[in-house]
């Protein structure tokens, strides 16, 4: 069995050896040693011993490589949740997009429809009046009934009652209203 030397056999060889390890020259130590522990080893030895049992240079670069290791890790984890942010982003602006194309076609078909009712609400009234067609004035209140209730829906959201608004020259239109409003409480 080798003989281990005053370094390996010295009680306080833990400390010795993170001193060094720090970069603490062979004197230190030694000095170190001699006033607070009360043992006696040649700056000479100590360095010997550094030089051959700890390699500064190797350790320097495996704490430099180790150190490159977490950073590579910490900016992987930052890519990944820049990468998931944007992730979310785009697919809300995608959703975004394809709910407002859907509401603008679906506004658009209201606008068609909407322009259309006054001719219908005109047709209807005409017919109505005339009494060869089967069109009736409760007819010609359901479609300005529609209107309002289109309007209320899509236009108006903060209002939950239909109103009907009557101008001038719709007198017909309040007398069909009435009259289906009586129907309807007979029945």
Not at 28 to 41: A, F, P, R, T
Not at 71 to 77: A, G, I, L
Not at 125 to 137: G, L, P
Request: hydrophobic share 30%; aromatic share 4%.
């Amino acid at each position: 069995m080798a003989r281990k030397n005053l370094i390996e056999s010295s009680d306080n060889f833990n400390e010795i050896v993170a001193r060094l390890s720090r970069g603490d020259s062979g004197a230190g130590v030694s000095e170190w040693l001699h006033d607070e522990k009360n043992e006696d080893i040649s700056p000479r030895t100590l360095n010997r011993w550094r030089n051959k049992n700890i390699k500064m240079e190797d350790r320097v670069e495996a704490e430099l490589n180790k150190r490159q290791e977490i950073k590579n890790k910490n900016k992987n984890k930052t890519e990944k949740h820049v990468q998931e942010k944007a992730d979310k982003i785009e697919e809300a602006e995608n959703t975004m997009s394809v709910v407002a194309s859907t509401i603008a076609d679906n506004m658009e078909g209201v606008a068609k429809v909407a322009a259309e009712l006054p001719d219908i609400f005109e047709r209807a009234k005409r017919d109505a009046q005339n009494s060869k067609k089967k069109t009736e004035w409760k007819d010609v209140a359901k479609i300005s009934i529609q209107a309002n209730k289109i309007y209320n829906d899509y236009f108006k959201h903060e209002e939950s009652n239909i109103e009907i608004n009557i101008n001038e020259g719709f007198e017909e239109l309040a007398d069909a209203i009435k009259k289906s409003r009586e129907a309807c409480k007979k029945d």
